[in-house]
């Protein structure tokens, strides 16, 4: 969603547990969704994408998943490591009525990995 | 993926002067590069889209007058504050898309008014 907040939610893992990072989102007419991860003192690195004429997408170690009935996304990140350690955003691509597109990014999830 | 640099990295200044970042693409060309604004333990907030050869898009509520954006050649985009202020203290990040739509962000540049 577009909501932006003070206090990120915090998901802590185990490391080489699964880690499973939810996102809403609010435009029915977006198309085509983004996952990024962003290190502290850093710019986003993009992960993995999906567009919405699908509902699963695998890379190495991430999986998107896309609900479009609930407008939901989730990032899955296999065999959590340490290194993963960061900020997680969604971010929406809607297509504004003046033209173009933009990029729209939800709170973000902070995921702290346990050793 | 695509490598996109800002400069500088960090930047402190008095308050009142101008300050200039840089955003470069390094490796494709991009029409469209973007400004966002982050304050800690927040999301990235959409300044302005910058537009090769033409006038930047602003955001809602952010002041054209006050964050001057110029998009002079396909690898470039500056975002000069005017005027800053403590309230400007920021991160400031630029994203660079691709011509299949990808978006690739800088490493964004910490603003520190005094």
Known sequence: GESVGLHLPTLSVQEGDN?????????????????????????????????SNMDKRQGQ???????????HLSLQIAATQPGDSAVYFCAEKSAPRGGGNKLTFGTGTQLKVEL | GAVVSQHPSRVICKSGTSVKIECRSL????????????????????????????????????????????????????????????????????????????????????????
């Not at chain 2, 990040?93 to 990808?102: D, K, L, N, P, V």
Request: hydrophobic residues 35%; aromatic residues 12%.
């Open chain 1, 19 to 51: 880690s499973i990072i939810n996102c809403a989102y609010s435009n029915s007419a977006s198309d085509y969704f983004i996952w990024y991860k962003q290190e502290s003192g850093k710019g986003p690195q993009f992960i993995i994408d999906i567009r």
């Open chain 2, 27 to 114: 490796d494709f060309q991009a029409t469209t590069m973007f400004w966002y604004r982050q304050f800690p333990k927040q999301s990235l907030m959409l300044m302005a889209t910058s537009n090769e050869g033409s006038k930047a898009t602003y955001e809602q509520g952010v002041e054209k007058d006050k964050f001057l954006i110029n998009h002079a050649s396909l690898t470039l985009s500056t975002l000069t504050v005017t005027s800053a202020h403590p309230e400007d203290s920021s991160f400031y990040i630029c994203s660079a898309r691709t011509m299949q739509e990808t978006q690739y962000f800088g490493p964004g540049t910490r603003l520190l008014v005094l």
């Open chain 1, 61 to 71: 170690r991430v999986t998107v998943l896309l609900n479009k009935t609930v407008k």
